[in-house]
């Protein structure tokens, strides 16, 4: 793991892997870029992987208040030019697919494509925006490890709970990492997040929506919420809400396919 001080005032930590085109993974909540770790290998025969932790996850520096995603897009946009990147590939997961999209609004002119895995453009409904509320409470009165641990079950399809404990109990550790402030920062930040159906259906880079058949955070009707030339919509059989660490193979396959249909490379 490497550490670069940001223009926008933290201290970000990322892992990089592979040369080439730039190809940044942005990490789900309570994750790190650690999330990545079996797919960055098959992903970085493609290009120059950097997966970087969000403030206040990982070993990213934290800060009081709430993250909007419009801050953790700029903070992406604060990594690339400390690494002098002018372009990038984003994937983001979950979290990372709402800030994706922020970036996709604010920065357009610094995307190669973008990708929303297991995420959505939609809003917060009205009972969501209450659960972030009560997060927040619970982590502030509670702390991150019980929330960390009771989040993360719910994230896997339901029969990998037991048969991927492995993949499971490396999440929860992964998540041990968010402080407090990450946490609380970021479920603020996920309930005022805006609508951005436009800016995914309006792109004029290629789209990947990446969704899980049987994702329980995501719903069916929230998973791909615009269509057109530029954007290809794929569905993970048997898998919830984590296919990189559910289904790592498969996973690593989509991604790689998009990025060759992206440069021309391929005809998938």
């Known amino acids: 793991?490497?550490?670069?001080?940001?223009?926008?005032?933290?201290?970000?930590?990322?892992?990089?892997?592979?040369?080439?085109?730039?190809?940044?993974?942005?990490?789900g909540y309570c994750g790190s870029g650690e999330y990545w770790n079996g797919v960055i290998g098959p992903i970085s025969a493609y290009g120059?992987?950097?997966?970087?932790?969000?403030r206040g996850h990982g070993g990213s520096s934290a800060g009081e208040g709430t993250y909007g995603m419009e801050m953790l897009a700029d903070d992406v946009a604060a990594l690339m030019d400390a690494l002098k990147l002018e372009r990038a590939h984003l994937f983001g997961h979950s979290l990372g697919g709402y800030v994706a999209l922020a970036f996709a609004e604010r920065h357009p002119e610094r995307l190669l494509s973008f990708s929303l895995v297991h995420s959505t453009a939609y809003p917060d409904a009205d009972a969501a925006k209450a659960n972030r509320l009560k997060a927040a409470e619970t982590i502030a009165a509670e702390g991150v490890r019980p929330?960390?641990?009771?989040?993360?079950?719910?994230?896997?399809?339901?029969?990998?709970?037991?048969?991927?404990?492995?993949?499971?109990?490396?999440?929860?550790?992964?998540?041990?990492g968010t402080s407090a402030e990450?946490?609380?920062?970021?479920?603020?930040?996920?309930?005022?997040?805006?609508?951005?159906?436009?800016?995914?259906?309006?792109?004029?880079?290629?789209?990947?929506?990446?969704?899980?058949?049987?994702?329980?955070?995501?719903?069916?009707?929230?998973?791909?919420?615009?269509?057109?030339?530029?954007?290809?919509a794929v569905t993970l059989a048997g898998v919830g809400h984590m296919g990189m660490k559910e289904?790592?193979?498969?996973?690593s396959e989509e991604i790689v396919a998009f990025l060759e249909r992206v440069r021309g490379t391929a005809s998938v």
């Open 247 to 251: 289904a790592p193979e498969r996973f």
């Open 147 to 176: 929330f960390v641990e009771g989040l993360v079950p719910k994230l896997f399809a339901p029969g990998h709970r037991d048969s991927r404990s492995a993949q499971l109990l490396e999440a929860i550790e992964i998540g041990y």
């Open 182 to 232: 990450g946490a609380i920062g970021c479920a603020l930040g996920m309930r005022e997040r805006p609508d951005r159906v436009l800016t995914l259906a309006e792109t004029q880079v290629p789209v990947l929506l990446l969704a899980g058949e049987l994702d329980e955070v995501i719903p069916a009707e929230r998973r791909f919420p615009a269509a057109g030339d530029r954007i290809s």
């Open 48 to 54: 120059r992987v950097i997966a970087p932790d969000f």
């Open 1 to 27: 793991m490497k550490t670069i001080e940001l223009a926008t005032g933290m201290t970000a930590a990322y892992r990089e892997a592979g040369e080439g085109e730039p190809i940044i993974l942005l990490h």
